[in-house]
């Protein structure tokens, strides 16, 4: 808008400080048909945000319906109704997008010293992909209401007489955003890396959008191609997956894995990496291996590909197909293991700093072995022909993706809100508030272990009578989970709006995207940015040089 | 992108880095693509091994000849853009753009070809799905057989147009005179892309025209 020169704006009486890319044109329209990472950032959080707003909405429903057997405040079919959207809504709109979207579009240029990603027009295309193919998915499941469960087994999603071919097309579309953010991120940490700055001296947060990316571009195309089979099985009656004509429907659970799984780790890997930089900065020390992140972050984003068929062990795999599944998934606990061990030998004699960010990085810690290890549990066939399609199951990915990847994703949201706002939240709300999430999480999902060992199906919406105390202790944790989540909503608002200024560097990191302004000028860097000191120096020298 | 031709974008250091970044982005395009493609391969070797006799027969009953002929149509429009891609850099826009009018022709001859054998299909009765009544009294294969050649040949199809679009666009920047040495890395792009779709057809031609019988 040319209301206000763009440049030097007025604060705090005479000073007049150089633009951020917040202040630069505060136009609406030069938000929403903007180019730069940091906006584009920052649209994909706002819109994840509320994603993960809605979906947890379904779920806090869901659990209440649970208080009692049989119905309590909805009835069956809204029942299924409401953990298909629960389920679509948080994989597809907001766990895969949310961390390399709005995170990763903000910081990864950033942390590599250039002025954006290499495909600045792509990327705001593909934020609007996303919308578009979001309000589709929201439009068809409220209007026609799908029943099939996030995962459209078929041959169920065929018959289903509900909105699956709406969904299924608006998942589509959601997919090819996720392609494009993920080649994007590829291009520019190959191309855009600031001169001198070499593969093994990039933030870890890089390395896991990188990581991640990969599978984005090579997983994604295949899921696009199971959905739209199922919406053409659906609109023109092919069959493809039709037993009637000669089809097989255990093919689409095969080509529906191949991306499903390898999408939990598009939710983890980003999560991990953001594990990494707080672990660093709050313990202000070298991680213990840079190099072991790296190669198992690596590790994982490949063997995440061989891994599906443990979703099948029940579909009629054969003997030998399942044990090396089972193998394979297990070399994902090895990585992760090796991840964990180097986050705990960089807090050994580290200098602690009890914030929030590292809170959260202690919850997810304790919650992802938790669940890594159920996951070796299930990964084993002979257990999980006893465990699968429980609420054991249930507990044990909502350890990975809640206790994972959303404590992670609270983590980074605290450790970058100065970074993105020049504000600070409050401490002592933040401390509490993931205090809250922790136990609340915890008391939710720890139950749901005992319940499915004890033979609780899930997607049930009934019940023996003999399950419900332990069904109501979980409802009563995700109230827990929920008060902590809406104090966060509350205090960072507030903070926003009349937070204390942060200055440029408040955790004194030694990261990359802490050597420029908060929040930062439009095109990043003032001045051309040298990268003189590792990214996690906080020996003496290295924190001279800066 | 910028008009002149050997300006780099902003936020490059310079056109070399542009258009590194710009070869990279399309062969993890191509690589997301080829994913896309695997799937119904994967699909295809499946019901392939479960209905050999079926298949074999299925393929037996397309036209090899026509399959050929279009092999033949798309191995000389690759060469032929590949060829426009050289003499663009050989600053000959003239002639680089002649080859590309060169290769769209041959992919509409690719698409008439293509739109015969599907009109013989639709006469015959075939249609994707087990729909029609060629498949009264057949056997399931052959009606998993003819979807799944619908469905890929029919993808390909639209790669076909999608990039025959690319190279009109390029075609059109070339006669404006807005790719020329050191700048033509979009043409580059749309060659490599041209390149994926005969690629694919390279191996949907064995599948379905050159492999009848049972293995």
């Known amino acids: 808008m040319s209301a206000t020169t763009p440049g030097l704006i007025p604060q705090g009486g005479a000073l007049s400080l150089p633009p951020t890319f917040v202040n630069d044109d505060e136009s609406i329209r030069s938000w929403l048909l903007t180019t730069d990472h940091k906006r584009v950032g920052i649209l994909f959080f706002v819109a994840t945000a509320l994603m993960m707003a809605l979906g947890g909405a379904f779920a806090l429903v869901l659990r209440i319906e649970h208080l009692t057997p049989e119905r309590t405040i909805v009835d069956a079919l809204a029942y299924n109704r409401l953990f298909t959207m629960h389920g679509v809504v948080m994989v597809f709109l907001f766990m895969i997008p949310a961390i390399p979207g709005a995170f990763g579009n903000f910081l990864v240029p950033i942390m590599i010293g250039a002025k954006d990603v290499a495909f600045p027009r792509l990327n705001i295309a593909s934020f609007y992909l996303y919308f578009v193919g979001a309000v589709v998915v929201l439009i068809a499941m409220q209007a026609g209401g799908l029943d099939t469960g996030w995962t459209f087994y078929t041959p169920y999603s065929v018959q289903s007489p509900s909105a699956v071919v709406p969904t299924l097309m608006g998942l589509f579309i959601v997919g090819w955003s996720s392609i494009l953010t993920g080649l994007n991120f590829i291009v520019t940490v190959h191309t855009m890396r600031a001169k001198g700055l070499g593969w093994m001296r990039m933030p870890l947060f890089v390395w896991s959008i990188y990581g991640t990316s990969i599978i984005q571009v090579l997983a994604t195309p295949v899921l696009g191609l199971a959905v739209a089979l199922v919406a053409i099985d659906h609109g023109f009656d092919w069959g493809l997956f039709d037993p009637a004509r000669g089809g097989d429907p255990v093919l689409f659970q095969h080509l529906f894995w191949f991306y499903s799984h390898p999408a939990v780790y598009i939710m983890i890997l980003p999560a991990m990496g953001v594990v990494s930089e707080v672990v660093c900065t709050f313990c202000r020390k070298n991680p213990f291996s840079y190099r072991a992140i790296v190669y198992s972050t690596l590790g994982i984003a490949f063997v995440g590909f061989l891994t599906w068929g443990h979703h099948m062990f029940v579909a009629g795999l054969s003997v030998f197909d399942a044990g090396a599944f089972g193998i394979l998934s297990m070399l994902v606990g090895i990585f992760s293991a090796i991840k964990v061990f180097t986050w705990v030998g960089t807090m050994y004699r580290g200098s602690i700093a009890f914030k929030t960010p590292l809170l959260y990085v202690f919850t997810f810690l304790f919650l992802f072995v938790f669940g890594g290890m159920t996951g070796i549990a299930v990964a084993t066939t002979s257990l999980d022909v006893h465990w699968h399609d429980t609420y054991f199951v249930v507990a044990h990915f909502h350890f990975i993706m809640v206790g994972g990847t959303l404590t992670a994703y609270f983590a980074g949201l605290h450790y970058w809100f100065p970074k993105v706002t020049g504000k600070l939240y409050s401490e002592r709300w933040g401390l509490l508030a993931a205090a809250l999430v922790s136990a609340g999480f915890f008391v939710t999902f720890f139950p749901q272990f005992l319940l499915g060992n004890a033979g609780m199906p899930r997607r049930y919406y009934d019940y023996p009578p003999e399950y419900q105390t332990l069904h109501v202790i979980s409802t009563v944790g995700s109230w827990v989970l929920a008060s902590g989540m809406l104090i966060t909503v509350g205090y960072l608002f507030w903070a926003l709006k009349s937070g204390q200024d942060a200055g440029n560097n408040p955790w004194h990191s030694a990261s990359y995207e802490w050597l420029t302004r908060s929040p930062p000028p439009p095109h990043n860097f003032d001045d051309t940015p040298v990268f003189a000191s590792d990214p996690y120096d906080y020996t003496e020298t290295g924190a001279t040089q800066r | ?215």
């Open chain 2, 1 to 215: 992108m910028s008009d002149a031709g050997a300006e780099h974008l902003d936020h490059f250091q310079d056109l070399e880095q542009q258009a590194h970044a710009a070869r990279l982005g399309i062969w993890v395009f191509l690589a997301s693509e080829l994913l896309l493609f695997a799937g119904l391969f994967a699909l295809y070797a499946s019901y392939r091994a479960h209905y050999p006799e079926a298949f074999g027969w299925g393929v037996e009953h397309n036209v090899r000849a026509l399959g050929t002929l279009n092999t033949a149509i798309l191995i000389s429009s690759s060469y032929a853009v590949a060829t426009s891609v050289h003499m663009l850099r050989r600053g000959r826009p003239r002639f680089a753009a002649g080859l590309l009018v060169f290769t769209l022709a041959c992919g509409s001859a690719f698409l008439v070809v293509k739109g015969i054998e599907y009109a013989g299909h639709f006469r015959d009765g075939v249609f994707p799905g087990g729909h029609g009544e060629f498949f009264v009294g057949k056997p399931e294969g052959v009606k998993v057989f003819y979807t799944l050649y619908f469905l890929m040949t029919g993808l390909h199809g639209i790669h076909v147009v999608a990039g025959m679009g690319v190279l009109a666009w390029l075609f059109a920047r070339i006669l404006q005179g807005k790719l020329t040495p050191p700048h033509t890395h979009p043409l580059d792009i749309g060659a490599v892309y041209w390149h994926l779709v005969d690629v694919v057809w390279i191996f949907l031609w064995p599948i379905f025209y050159l492999t009848p019988g049972t293995f």
